[in-house]
């Protein structure tokens, strides 16, 4: 996932009505590690690694 702001990733509470909140806590519940790095363009990048087997 890649956007254009510069802050980093947070994990936060996730929103009670489901509206937003829910994606880094699923990248994290769904990955074996996870990331972000910032390019010179100025966009960041969330990467993650996902087990290809349960």
Do not use: E, I
Request: no cysteine; hydrophobic share 30%; glycine share 10%.
């Amino acid at each position: 996932m890649t956007d254009s702001s510069p802050a980093p990733p947070l994990l936060s509470h996730p929103d009670p009505m489901g509206t937003h909140g829910r994606g880094l806590h699923l990248v994290q519940r769904f990955s074996s590690h996870w990331g972000w790095s910032n390019s010179p363009s100025g966009t960041k990048t969330v990467w993650a690694r996902v087990p290809t087997a349960w």
